[in-house]
């Protein structure tokens, strides 16, 4: 039998995505059930390797690509439970039975999923080379995809689950992520009750927020009448300015904070917020001033002109016609600036000394120390971590549309 380049790109896709599933697999079984496990890479590569060449085989004698998928995800399923040998992940099956099975036939369907979303549509057999580049960018976007969602995903699913353990627990197994539901609410959630209670963390939450909140209130307020400047009127060194906005980003921030520590020092500015509150604004304006300053080159100038004829002054046209039309690209600018205020950790932890005055970042980092249980750092990541992401995924639509908005001219 003579294998085409279809054929032997079916072995190995097969083969790579059971070795890939595997492994991942493998990973979050012990990471919820505690089980010490030591996958079987070798055979899921084999196993992988068959199902794809049989996929690619069978996929033309039926119309339904989903039906055929979850045919080889049986397939697959069969094919290594049979040769496992009751160790699908190198621990006896018997041990922690019910996370096993359900591991094992996770990984066979996500190995046929993936395995049929690559091949659907090709036949054994040689193919041109623009299929066989369709075919491998297929294979890589999907690689890519969960190689970039585990990085994304497993830090913050270890962070979470280790805010839920208690002491005990983690030093009895530091591999076991699993949720003790047994400890009940109280337990579960005693480390976030404990850290508002006798860590500030409520201060820590409320100076974060105030400042985030104020440092996006005062970049735009300097930023929408300067970005309107640099993109509508004309005046000396506009084009210079208009380029060289960006310039403070040049400069790395650890070469600023020792010259402003000595002078917010003389002028009583350190460990206070007011002291952060100039900072920020500074870090902040020229990036959004840039974004700004493309999307208002966008708009059409013959709407600020009707504006201007009608009797409007040009603040009155900036707040009642420009801004109106810049929605999305402030939302994005506003939710840019916030996540940068709000995680900052630098000029924080120069600046601030004092326990009630400390932002979340800030706060998170007195908490890692040996007096301080494991948890109560995982619990303060949480916390400093999902505000800033919910708002992210709300304001998402905004952000895209903002920071694409401009970058071609009409």
């Not at 496990?37 to 996929?55: E, H, M, Q, R």
């Not at 659907?120 to 890589?140: D, H, N, Q, T, V």
């Not at 619990?379 to 905004?398: H, N, Q």
């Amino acid at each position: 039998m003579k294998f085409g380049t279809v054929d032997i790109s079916a072995i190995l896709i097969g083969a790579v995505w059971g070795t890939v599933w595997m492994i991942i697999t493998g990973i979050v079984l012990m990471l919820v059930s505690g089980l010490i496990v030591s996958p079987l890479v070798g055979l899921a590569a084999l196993t992988g390797a068959v199902g794809g060449f049989v996929f690619l085989m069978v996929q033309s004698r039926f119309e339904n690509v989903t039906k055929t998928t979850g045919a080889l995800a049986m397939l697959v399923l069969v094919i290594f439970g049979v040769l496992c040998a009751g160790q699908p992940f190198g621990a006896d099956l018997g041990q922690k039975t019910l996370y096993q099975l359900i591991a094992l036939v996770v990984w066979a369907g996500l190995t046929g999923l993936s395995i049929g979303m690559c091949l659907a549509g090709y036949r054994p057999g040689s193919a041109k080379r623009y299929r066989m580049e369709l075919l491998l960018i297929r294979f890589l976007k999907g690689l890519a995809f969960v190689f970039f969602t585990i990085i994304v995903v497993l830090p913050f699913y270890v962070m979470l689950m280790t805010s839920f353990k208690s002491q005990q627990s983690l030093l009895a197994n530091p591999l076991d992520f699993s949720i003790d539901f047994a400890q009940g609410f109280e337990g579960l959630f005693r480390s976030y009750v404990e850290l508002f209670t006798q860590y500030h963390f409520g201060s820590f939450l409320l100076n974060t927020a105030f400042v985030s909140v104020c440092t996006v209130v005062i970049t735009l307020a300097f930023a929408i009448p300067g970005a309107y400047a640099v993109a509508r009127l004309r005046f000396p060194g506009q084009a210079f300015l208009s380029r060289s906005i960006l310039l403070i980003y040049m400069v790395p921030a650890i070469v600023l904070v020792i010259p402003l520590y000595a002078v917010f020092s003389q002028l009583g500015l350190r460990n206070s917020l007011t002291g952060l509150l100039i900072v920020y604004p500074a870090t902040t304006i020229p990036v959004a001033l840039y974004m700004l300053q493309g999307y208002f080159r966008g708009l059409p100038s013959e709407l600020e002109d009707a504006g201007l004829m009608d009797g409007l002054s040009r603040l009155g046209v900036i707040a009642k016609i420009t801004m109106p039309l810049s929605l999305p690209a402030l939302a994005s600018v506003a939710l840019y600036v916030f996540m940068i205020a709000w995680n900052e950790f630098l000029f924080a932890f120069m600046f601030l000394d004092d326990l009630d005055l400390f932002t979340l970042s800030r706060g998170v980092v007195s908490l890692n120390s040996s007096e301080v249980p494991r948890q109560h750092l995982m619990a303060g990541a949480v916390i400093a971590t999902v505000p800033v992401l919910a708002i992210f995924l709300w304001f998402e639509r905004f952000l895209v549309a903002g920071l694409t908005a401009g970058s071609v001219k009409g």
